[in-house]
């Protein structure tokens, strides 16, 4: 079983930035995919940020292209989410999720079948 812990929300102002990490412990593949989504009151589990763990393959989403970088540090078994130019927009919790290997699917959160349990981030215009 694989689990995930999210940490690093927090309130910051427009223009601001934070740096969520996903800690990633259990049994994993050499090359399992960790991806960030977020989710705003009333609306679907959005699609943010997707990497495997070798780094090799890395996807964003539109509004994440530009500002946020996903990054990993294998050492610490953890994912990282850079999130910079932060807009009221971006105000979510936001999930950590996992799966055994990368995919074309990396965008859909119904393919994830490991979910941390979400950081709040509100950013304040």
């Known amino acids: 079983q694989v689990q995930l812990v999210e940490s690093g929300g927090g309130l910051v102002q427009a223009g601001g930035s934070l740096r969520l990490a996903c800690a990633v412990s259990?049994?994993?593949?050499?090359?399992?995919?960790v991806a960030w989504f977020r989710q705003a009151p009333g609306k679907e589990r959005e699609f943010v940020a997707a990497?495997?763990?070798?780094?090799?393959?890395?996807d964003y989403a539109d509004s994440a292209k530009g500002r946020f970088t996903i990054s990993r540090d294998n050492a610490k078994n953890t994912v990282y989410l850079q999130m910079n130019s932060l807009k009221p927009e971006d105000t979510a919790v936001y999930y950590c999720a996992a799966d055994e290997y990368y995919t074309a699917n990396y965008y859909s959160p119904l393919r994830y079948d490991y979910w941390g349990q979400g950081t709040q981030v509100t950013v304040s215009s």
């Open positions: 990497t495997s763990w070798s780094g090799v393959n890395k």
């Open positions: 259990g049994r994993t593949t050499g090359n399992y995919a």
